[in-house]
C-alpha cells in the first residue's frame, strides 16, 4: 500500500528548489523514482509522495541546484510552511515541550518513530537512520533542522545550551550547519542527536518577528474559514469582534480578560453580548469547533495534542464536548474528512 506523506513535504521542497532555480517540472522529469510522478503537476499541493520517493527527490534537487545544503534549507522551512495550520497551532501550545513532541510526530511518517530521553538536565533527542553514509547525512539534516527551526522561531530567543551532535564527518559546506541553525554542531560525535536544555522547553511559545507574517496569514484564513460557517454572527458586531480576538490570541482569555482587552467591563461585556443573541462561551465553543476541524483535518496533529491547543485537560473531555459540538466523535471526524 502507497502510504503518501503530509503535503508539508512535496510543498515545501517545491519552494526551496524553485527559489533555488530549478522548475518543479524538471525536478520530476530527471528524478529516479520507481513511478514516476506527473509532469507537471497542477499545483506543488498536488504533489503526493513516499518517504522514499522524497529522499529520491531530494537528492536529485541537490544535483539540478548545485546546493549541497538544501536538505537543512528544506527542513527549516517544513515546519513553518503558510499555507497549513500547523505553525498556527504550533504557537498555541502549553511550551516548547509540546511544540517539539507536534513536530515530531509531523516527521512520523518521514522518518518513523523518534526516540527522546533525559539526561541530567538535556532532553535527547534521535532516530533511527539509513545506513547509506548520504542517506544518513540527508535525514539527519532535513531532520534536525526542523526541530531547531521550531524552537528558534516559537522561543523569540538564540538557542543557547541547544547542541547538534553528528556521527558523521563534516560535509565540505559545515558552515551552512552553523549559519543556518544558529546552535552548536559536533561532526564525529559518538551518536546522533539534538540535545535541549529542559528549561527551554518548559517555556510558552513566543510570538517572534520571524514568524508573524505567517502566524497572521493564517489567523485571516481560518477566520475567513469561521465566518463562511456562522449562522448566528453578524459581520462588524461584537461577537464577531471577539471571534477575531479569540483567533489571533495565543491562548483562550477568560471573560474577565477577554473584556478588559476589548476595553470593556465585564458587565457591559455580557450585556452587548446578550443583545446579540450570544454568550462568552457559546462564541469561545464556537471558536474551539472551528479549530477543531481544522486540526482533525490536519494528520500531523493528533486528537490528543487537539484538546490539548484548545484548553481541554484530557481528550476524553474534549471528546465529550466534540460529540456535543458536532453529534460525532473526533476520530469518526477525522476518518470522514479522510475519506473525502
Request: net charge positive; aromatic share 8%; proline share 6%.
Amino acid at each position: 500500500m502507497r502510504e503518501s506523506l503530509p503535503d508539508h513535504f512535496a510543498i515545501t521542497l517545491a519552494r526551496v528548489v524553485s527559489s533555488f532555480g530549478t522548475s518543479l517540472e524538471r525536478l520530476l522529469r530527471e528524478a529516479p523514482l520507481a513511478t514516476p510522478l506527473p509532469v507537471p503537476t497542477p499545483s506543488p499541493a498536488e504533489l503526493e509522495c513516499t518517504a522514499d520517493e522524497f529522499a529520491a527527490l531530494l537528492q536529485t534537487a541537490i544535483q539540478l541546484t548545485g546546493h549541497r545544503a538544501l536538505a537543512l534549507h528544506t527542513g527549516l522551512q517544513i515546519p513553518l510552511t503558510r499555507r497549513s495550520a500547523f505553525s498556527y497551532a504550533l504557537l498555541h501550545c502549553n511550551n516548547l515541550e509540546q511544540a517539539l513532541d507536534m513536530t515530531l510526530h509531523l516527521y512520523e511518517p518521514l522518518i518513523g518513530r523518534a526516540q527522546s530521553s533525559r539526561q541530567g538536565n538535556l532532553l535527547l533527542v534521535s532516530f533511527s537512520r539509513p545506513a547509506s553514509l548520504q542517506l544518513k547525512r540527508l535525514s539527519s539534516e532535513w531532520f534536525y533542522s526542523g526541530l531547531v527551526s521550531v524552537l528558534k522561531h516559537c522561543s523569540g530567543r538564540p538557542l543557547t545550551g541547544v547542541q547538534l551532535q553528528l556521527d558523521y564527518p563534516a560535509p565540505t559546506y559545515r558552515a551552512a550547519y552553523q549559519s543556518l541553525l544558529d546552535c552548536s554542531v559536533s561532526f564525529d560525535a559518538s551518536y546522533s542527536r539534538l540535545c535541549i536544555p529542559v528549561d527551554l522547553l518548559q517555556r510558552p511559545p513566543q510570538l517572534g518577528a520571524a514568524i508573524l507574517p505567517i502566524y497572521q496569514q493564517q489567523c485571516e484564513a481560518i477566520e475567513r474559514h469561521l465566518a463562511q460557517h456562522s449562522t448566528n454572527i453578524a459581520p462588524g458586531s461584537l461577537s464577531a469582534r471577539v471571534r477575531s480576538h479569540l483567533i489571533y490570541s495565543t491562548r483562550f482569555p477568560t471573560l474577565e480578560e477577554c473584556a478588559s482587552q476589548l476595553l470593556m467591563s465585564a458587565r457591559t461585556f455580557r450585556r452587548h453580548l446578550q443583545k446579540e443573541g450570544n454568550s462568552y462561551q457559546q462564541v469561545l465553543d464556537q471558536v474551539r469547533l472551528g479549530l477543531a476541524g481544522i486540526y482533525l483535518r490536519h494528520a500531523a496533529i493528533s486528537v490528543r495534542h487537539t484538546a490539548s491547543l484548545l484548553g481541554f485537560h484530557d481528550t476524553a473531555n474534549f471528546r465529550r464536548a466534540f460529540i456535543g459540538w458536532s453529534g460525532q466523535s473526533p476520530a469518526s471526524y477525522r476518518r470522514q474528512q479522510q475519506a473525502g
